[in-house]
């Protein structure tokens, strides 16, 4: 048995408390506001069941993790208990159980409610949020720029939400399956954080509106848009719960991480490799500082020292022209690219940039400032943003390296060609760069290099289509 001592050196904080047997293996994992009073509730309580009672005789050592928050600590023992399986630990069970987003997709007409069981139904769950009361908020909010049904039955009456403008109207018929579908595809965008979906489908919308001459819903359109532009807070930030706090708290960051920079590499065997930088603000695409870079070092293979040139040569840059750091830099990578990229930070800029690293293809999100991987619970609002930001920058990363291959197999393909000289061939080289295009090049353009006459421009021009450029 644990010694009274033990206990009451627990801290009056946050987080999760492990116990462990006499063979020092887990065997429960807890969450609580308090781990000194959840603890001291679970060997003093009066109203202890048997399963607990077996549970406390065979506890012998007790660990702890602090969280910053009730919030942090529920994902890290949902994570633990997945990751260890205690005994004890049948499910993830808590005193309360934490509410979801539901929308009944299997619906001809989905409804949009908050629940708190998550089962198997065809229905789309976000969450779980720790903020029930920032959730109805958020629903009440969302309410102003989508329309949607609650109800559980259609009344032939039609329901409150409808007589006051806030649903649409699917039990009176006053909107297509089709166009209710759209609103609520429109309204799951906005609770994943995708702002520049749900203006690009409103603007759309309102478009087609214009040309069918439906100016009245043509109106509602504009207004939705202008909503958004006052109610930007709900992108990112959806769920009332601030998207941004909950990551600083889940990743134990030193600030709430406003501006996000994701770093990616794409390379095939060390050639034509390409780095890039992304930034989002406020969990929105701040395309003026994207950055792509075409690595110096070329024909090696070493995914550590690719990133590192790239971290090094935005921020050198940022620093020189005192432009905005971000709060947080996330790499493609895992814990070998968080400890080399992290330790390059330290040494060159001698502040202390947050940085995690999250690859592709993983679950798991490696942080400078917490000992175990995080590992977000599925369709989180938070797991949803990072995961946006880090495919964002691998797809601008990726399209840069695709844009670097397909301009050396066409110069390469204008190298060795049989008694050409070096300086032709920079001369053909340099004059294409300039026209910009190595496509559907002609012996025309050839032969108004200087220096290339007709036959040779006849023969260079069947060497490079006989080798495919």
């Known amino acids: 048995m644990v010694q009274q001592e033990r206990i009451a050196r627990l801290p009056d904080s946050s987080g999760v408390y492990i116990f462990k047997d006499k063979k020092n293996e887990i065997i429960y994992i807890g969450k609580a506001k308090s781990i000194l009073k959840r603890v001291r509730s679970h060997f003093y309580s009066k109203n202890i069941n048997s399963k607990g009672e077996k549970l406390i005789s065979r506890v012998r050592d007790i660990d702890f993790i602090i969280t910053a928050s009730e919030a942090e600590a529920l994902l890290l023992e949902s994570y633990l208990i997945k990751k260890e399986k205690p005994f004890y630990n049948i499910s993830l069970r808590d005193d309360k159980s934490y509410p979801y987003l539901k929308i009944t997709l299997k619906d001809d007409f989905p409804r949009i409610l908050i629940t708190r069981n998550k089962n198997k139904d065809g229905?789309?769950?976000?969450?779980?949020?720790?903020?029930?009361?920032?959730?109805?908020?958020?629903?009440?909010?969302?309410?102003?720029?989508?329309?949607?049904?609650?109800?559980?039955?259609?009344?032939?009456?039609?329901?409150?939400?409808?007589?006051?403008?806030?649903?649409?109207?699917?039990?009176?018929?006053?909107?297509?399956?089709?166009?209710?579908?759209?609103?609520?595809?429109i309204a799951v965008k906005t609770l994943l954080g995708d702002r520049e979906g749900v203006i690009k489908d409103l603007t759309e919308e309102m478009d087609g509106y214009v040309k069918k001459r439906e100016y009245e819903k043509a109106a509602k359109s504009r207004d939705r848009l202008r909503f958004l532009g006052n109610s930007s807070g709900i992108f990112g930030?959806?769920?009332?719960?601030?998207?941004?706090?909950?990551?600083?708290?889940?990743?134990?960051l030193p600030k709430v991480p406003r501006i996000i920079d994701a770093v990616d590499i794409s390379n095939v065997s060390g050639t034509s490799a390409a780095g890039a930088v992304i930034r989002f603000k406020d969990g929105v695409k701040d395309r003026e500082l994207y950055r792509k870079f075409r690595l110096k070092k070329q024909n090696f293979i070493d995914d550590y020292e690719m990133m590192a040139e790239v971290v090094l040569r935005r921020y050198r840059d940022l620093f020189k022209k005192k432009e905005d750091l971000p709060d947080l830099i996330m790499l493609d990578g895992g814990k070998g690219h968080l400890n080399r990229i992290g330790a390059i930070i330290d040494k060159d800029f001698e502040i202390d940039i947050p940085l995690i690293a999250y690859a592709k293809g993983r679950d798991l999100i490696h942080s400078r400032y917490r000992k175990i991987p995080i590992a977000l619970p599925q369709n989180s609002l938070e797991k949803n943003l990072l995961i946006r930001i880090r495919d964002e920058a691998h797809r601008f990363a990726i399209g840069y390296h695709r844009s670097l291959r397909g301009k050396r197999m066409k110069e390469t393909a204008f190298e060795n060609i049989p008694g050409v000289g070096i300086s032709k061939v920079n001369a053909v080289l340099r004059y294409l760069s300039d026209l910009g295009c190595y496509e559907?090049?002609?012996?025309?353009?050839?032969?108004?290099?200087?220096?290339?006459?007709?036959?040779?421009?006849?023969?260079?021009?069947d060497y490079v289509k006989k080798r495919g450029a």
Do not use: W
């Open 440 to 461: 559907n090049i002609s012996v025309s353009d050839l032969k108004r290099i200087k220096g290339i006459g007709d036959m040779l421009a006849e023969r260079m021009y």
């Open 237 to 252: 930030l959806s769920g009332g719960i601030n998207v941004l706090e909950n990551i600083k708290s889940i990743l134990n």
């Open 123 to 185: 229905s789309l769950y976000l969450g779980p949020y720790p903020d029930a009361k920032g959730l109805k908020m958020t629903l009440k909010t969302l309410r102003e720029i989508i329309s949607f049904r609650s109800c559980r039955k259609f009344n032939k009456n039609g329901c409150l939400y409808l007589h006051i403008g806030f649903c649409p109207g699917p039990c009176l018929e006053k909107i297509s399956k089709t166009e209710y579908r759209r609103n609520i595809l």
